[in-house]
């Protein structure tokens, strides 16, 4: 009698405690439920639930960042192959996130092929006040959006405590916590992003995982069951001028990234699963303008070299089998394939991953500046390379025509601003530099002059600040 | 580890959970590795300097036992103890006045400075816990402690290691002899008082940091009100910060069956400097008044002997603090503050001795207090600008304008913190406010909060954990700030 009064009493005072902790996670959840931001977490919720109910089984996947999910179309591969090809991608993903979703994958499915995209802006550092941090470190977001969706077990666990250190942990494990700022956006009370998050979940597409109101981008994608990210978008003429920000003769791939591809090889390896490393063909202007491409593709090939995993770099495609496919018609934007483009690339994928290794390199160039080199002369587009104060008080903004046999061409360049009379660019230099002053809206229109033949090349390319 | 991470989030369980799964009698063994392991996340390296710290008061108090007050280790404790503590604290501040005294000389002294000295965290506090110690035991206040393990713990216990409250032996000590039962009513209240801790911690010093930082960082460009503006707020960051520290220090020692001593008791609603200093920094001011103030004699040989001695005493006091003139400007001016109201105090009494003011009326008392704050936060310009001359700029900058509209075109929310979050942090303030009123008339605020009903408890629970977790200072957009004692 004694021992059950005082099991009563012990008991009665754990009840206001457990009352506490249900209450505190049900807050928790409602806060996850109005500050989760589905404009970029809608896809990793979807996707997650396409992968878990995915019907047909999974046998090869793909992984990487948004290259896979544009480029890879895993409908092409499973009709070519007769395997079961699935894209396990999501925007940006690094290689933590890679290892883990790999793991996923063989926990769900079995898988026998994996194919790993080794796109050079998840692998090398980034830049943060002359210091490189590596992308696991600097691009945290990329992969806690990726956790809140998983089914819970060790992997997911371990998958978030790899993401960051423990200082970041309210933010890896609470997801309102890393958007509690916006409830206070640009200083006022952001009720109408909380109004939207809420209208947009309690709509049907939403709760039965399908499009939702929030478009992933420009609202003409869509996120298939199998992980493709299917568009109809075409890359316009607003695409071919870039601002070029990552020069890998100077940004490396870090060392926390190269530890996770020797424990993706070495999972494969104990697992049987047969490794590839591939990295998707970008159009040249975005791949020239990384200043030395082959420094990066050398990284990766020794890194393929030692663990012993075959390699296709299709960015050093021959010209022949790329000249189809990196088209404008075919391309979101110089980086990312559309629906057309990623039928093409898919078809030429399997081509090379189902051929003996030494028939796959001759679809190759040993070098970047080879492929280059070897491609008939052509003017892929504009890079804004700097701004600098002009007499006026306002800027100007120094391009340069990006070519791969710039000596090839002679240049005309008419500066067409908005609502006033065209002129011709003054300052312009053999290699294709010139500077106008950057104000308002316009077109620049290049006409390219092939030396050789005569042939004319027109890039009509707007502008805006 | 600071109190305000994770990484002390997650220690803090693992500590109290083995604590009480283990048996009694090596409790404090498990007690001494989790504070060495507390410490050695700072610098593994300086666990050398605590252990020697430990050796030396742990051997020397044997010595004066078993002696009968032998001066020569008193005294040679002293040397030792004190060396150390001005070595690592005073040697950079040094230099620079020997740079400073042989260029005069024209003597090139520039590679004095080349001298790279990290000062240890929490250097001041274990060595005045220690020397205390000593002291105690050499007044024969307190009996040496034999068991050497014991005598590290109470020198390194890591709630109250690295900023105080400074513990005396007779608290302490005693204590770490007791057998702790796991209590409900301990825990509770242990958790209660992590939370408002954190609370003070994140939610209010560290956002009026940003004030504050904003405005002393960039003195040049602010006048008038905005450097009143910051003054206040740095005057409720500092003491956010450390009272933050050492409720969260009771609160985890309390987990532990630990009662450590009240490091502050509502030091704002003071209606006297004199009031001030015995309601801030309790540990530190009943340290110096126990071991200094009472040695040098006190108030008991005359006026103008007591007014030298609390001169001395805040001057060091102000030193310890941190090795620069400005600090010890600080402590000198408190003091003079202090002598002002006497003076104050005896002129009344002599010029309208039929007067004699209503201390229990509203108004006195709100004057008081506010004049008391009002001289304080003056003070506190010394401690926060950097030292003396820009404490002097910023003086200079704070009565050359007056700018009463940055109050109404929101040029007040440009600090650094804006509207939304600076009425967060009022509101904050506010609760702390109220909490304070409540110790300031003596009443137990934890006692009183868990007297209140279920629901009520209930909803300030929920609204603690959930302002912290959306309001707090903490993760990826913040800078986490170390609390400002550590340095010290």
């Not at chain 2, 509203?362 to 008391?372: E, K, V």
Request: proline residues 4%.
């Amino acid at each position: 009698m004694m021992c059950s009064n005082s099991f009563t009493s012990s008991f009665k005072k754990f009840i206001p405690v457990l009352i506490l902790v249900i209450l505190i996670i049900t807050v928790g959840k409602c806060l996850n439920y109005v500050y989760l931001d589905d404009y970029i977490d809608g896809s990793a919720r979807n996707f997650w639930h396409n992968f878990y109910h995915y019907d047909r089984g999974i046998d090869s996947i793909c992984i990487g960042s948004s290259h896979v999910q544009c480029d890879v179309d895993p409908q092409v591969l499973t009709d070519l192959s007769g395997r079961e090809f699935y894209d396990m991608s999501t925007s940006a993903l690094p290689q933590n996130g890679c290892y883990y979703l790999l793991r996923e994958a063989c926990r769900e499915y079995d898988i026998k092929h994996v194919y790993l995209e080794m796109f050079y802006a998840v692998n090398i550092c980034s830049e943060e006040d002359g210091t490189y941090v590596d992308r696991i470190e600097s691009g945290r977001n990329f992969n806690w959006r990726n956790t809140d969706y998983m089914k819970p077990s060790l992997n997911r666990l371990l998958y978030k405590l790899s993401i960051g250190p423990v200082e970041n942990y309210p933010e890896i494990f609470v997801p309102f916590i890393r958007y509690r700022s916006q409830l206070f956006d640009d200083g006022h009370f952001n009720y109408e992003l909380i109004r939207h998050a809420m209208r947009a979940k309690r709509d049907p597409s939403y709760l039965n995982y399908g499009e939702t109101d929030m478009p992933l981008r420009d609202g003409e994608m869509r996120l298939l069951k199998n992980g493709f990210q299917d568009s109809t978008i075409t890359c316009g003429p607003d695409k071919f001028t870039l601002y070029p920000n990552v020069d890998l003769t100077r940004r490396k791939i870090g060392d926390t990234t190269k530890k996770y591809i020797e424990k993706i090889a070495s999972f494969c390896k104990r697992n049987d699963i047969e490794l590839t490393f591939f990295i998707s063909p970008m159009h040249r202007l975005q791949t020239m303008s990384t200043v030395d491409y082959d420094a990066y593709h050398a990284q990766v090939a020794e890194l393929a070299a030692e663990l012993d995993v075959p390699f296709y770099d299709f960015n050093l495609a021959r010209e022949e089998y790329l000249r189809e496919i990196i088209r404008p018609e075919n391309m979101i934007d110089p980086e990312h394939f559309n629906r057309y483009g990623a039928e093409k690339f898919s078809t030429l994928f399997w081509q090379v991953i189902s051929s003996d290794p030494a028939e796959a390199r001759n679809y190759f160039y040993n070098s970047f500046s080879e492929a280059l080199e070897q491609s008939e002369p052509e003017v892929y587009g504009l890079w804004g390379l700097d701004f600098v104060e002009n007499q006026d008080g306002g800027y100007d903004r120094i391009n340069r025509i990006v070519s791969n046999h710039p000596e090839a061409f002679s240049y005309d360049v008419t500066i067409l601003p908005d609502g006033i009379e065209a002129y011709a660019a003054e300052d312009l230099s053999a290699e294709g530099t010139f500077s106008f002053p950057l104000n308002g809206t316009g077109t620049i229109l290049i006409k390219a002059q092939n030396k050789e033949n005569g042939s004319i090349r027109e890039l009509e390319l707007p502008y805006k600040p | 580890m600071l109190f305000n991470s994770i990484h002390f989030l997650l220690f803090l369980p693992i500590v109290v959970i083995v604590f009480y799964c283990l048996p009694a009698k090596v409790r404090y063994l498990w007690l001494l590795a989790a504070s060495y392991y507390f410490y050695a996340q700072w610098n593994p390296v300086y666990l050398l300097l605590i252990l020697g710290c430990t050796v030396v008061t742990y051997v020397s108090a044997l010595l004066i036992e078993s002696r009968s007050r032998s001066k020569a280790v008193m005294a040679g404790t002293l040397i030792i103890t004190l060396g150390a503590l001005c070595y690592y604290k005073y040697t950079p501040m040094l230099l620079h006045l020997a740079e400073t005294v042989l260029s005069w000389f024209r003597i090139d002294a520039s590679r004095l400075q080349t001298m790279d000295i990290l000062l240890p965290v929490g250097i001041s506090f274990f060595t005045l816990q220690s020397i205390g110690y000593v002291i105690d035991v050499w007044r024969g206040d307190t009996k040496a402690e034999y068991n050497f393990f014991r005598f590290a713990l109470f020198v390194s216990f890591f709630p109250q290691l690295v900023a105080g409250p400074i513990e005396r032996s007779k608290n302490l000590l005693s204590q770490l002899y007791s057998v702790q039962k796991l209590s409900y009513e301990n825990i509770r209240r242990g958790l209660l008082l992590v939370g408002y801790g954190l609370f003070l911690k994140v939610v209010i010093a560290d956002r009026a940091a940003m004030i504050v930082n904003t405005v002393f960082e960039g003195l040049s460009e602010y006048t008038g009100l905005y450097v009143a503006i910051a003054a206040f707020f740095f005057a409720i960051q500092i003491y956010c910060d450390f009272y933050g520290y050492s409720v969260i220090a009771k609160g985890s020692a309390l987990m532990l069956g630990i009662r450590l001593m009240d490091n502050f008791n509502a030091p704002y609603f003071s209606q006297s400097i004199k009031e001030y200093w015995s309601r801030w920094h309790i540990s530190l001011s009943t340290w110096f008044r126990d071991y200094l103030y009472i040695p040098l004699g006190g108030n008991r040989k005359g006026k103008r002997r007591t007014q030298l001695n609390r001169l001395i005493v805040f001057a060091v006091s102000g030193l310890w603090h941190g090795a620069a003139l400005s600090y010890m400007a600080w402590g000198i001016l408190n003091a003079l503050f202090q002598t002002g109201e006497d003076i104050c105090k005896w002129l009344g009494a002599k010029w309208f001795p039929n007067r004699v003011p209503d201390k229990n009326r509203f108004s006195s008392r709100l004057f008081a207090t506010l004049r008391s704050f009002i001289l304080f936060d003056l003070a506190w310009i010394l401690f926060r600008a950097g030292g003396i001359r820009p404490a002097l700029l910023a003086f200079r900058s704070m009565f050359s304008t007056f700018n009463p509209f940055i109050f109404f075109d929101g040029s007040v929310f440009t600090l650094g913190v804006d509207k939304n979050y600076m009425a967060i942090l009022m509101v904050s303030i506010l609760i702390l406010a109220i909490v304070d009123i409540q110790k300031y008339k003596g009443i137990d605020v934890v006692d009183r909060f868990f007297a209140q009903s279920p629901a009520f408890r209930l909803i300030a629970e929920l609204s603690l954990v959930f302002g912290i977790a959306l309001f707090g200072c903490y993760g990826e957009m913040y800078d986490v700030q170390q609390f400002i004692y550590f340095q010290f």
